[in-house]
């Protein structure tokens, strides 16, 4: 079934793509909740009025990505965490920890964009990827150190 996405989907493709998908997926996913139209003569003509829009917001927003990705990329973020013998911490270094220390430097990064495989469970330096924009990451370095006692 062809259908014309109404927003950008990282599986999918971007607002705007015609798109072939199973039409089990069409029905019971994609058009119910808005996120797609089947791809007839009065979409597509649709489309086609929508185009230099549709393409303005995705200039828009590639160009926030950008600049978020220049903002992020080399960027060092250091974690205090309690540890215990070889370096194994009390509990783990988790993306909600991260997205918080990225807001403590002005940095908006949902946790969910932030592509941590496992949670950092052990002391050291770790790279992390943080998805910035439609199929864009940038990594940042984390390093994970003990937790000075007092």
Do not use: C, W
């Not at 029905?27 to 230099?52: F, T």
């Not at 920890?97 to 969910?112: G, P, V």
């Not at 052990?122 to 990594?139: A, D, N």
Request: charged fraction near 30%; avoid cysteine; charge should be negative.
């Amino acid at each position: 079934m062809e259908l014309i996405l109404k927003k950008t989907m990282e599986t999918l493709g971007e607002e705007g793509e015609i798109v072939k998908v199973k039409s089990g997926y069409a029905r019971n996913y994609l058009i119910p909740k808005k996120m797609a139209v089947i791809a007839n003569k009065a979409n597509l003509a649709q489309l086609e009025q929508e185009k230099a829009a549709i393409e303005a917001r995705r200039e828009k927003q590639k160009q926030e990505s950008d600049s978020l990705s220049k903002k992020i990329s080399g960027t060092v973020i250091t974690i205090e965490h309690r540890a215990g013998e070889e370096d194994k911490l009390f509990g783990s270094v988790t993306s909600a920890d991260i997205s918080e220390k990225l807001a403590e430097m002005d940095i908006q990064a949902d946790k969910k964009s932030i592509l941590l495989t496992e949670p950092i469970k052990t002391l050291g330096e770790f790279i992390v990827p943080i998805k910035v924009g439609y199929q864009m990451t940038s990594e940042i370095t984390i390093q994970v150190v003990p937790l000075e006692a007092e």
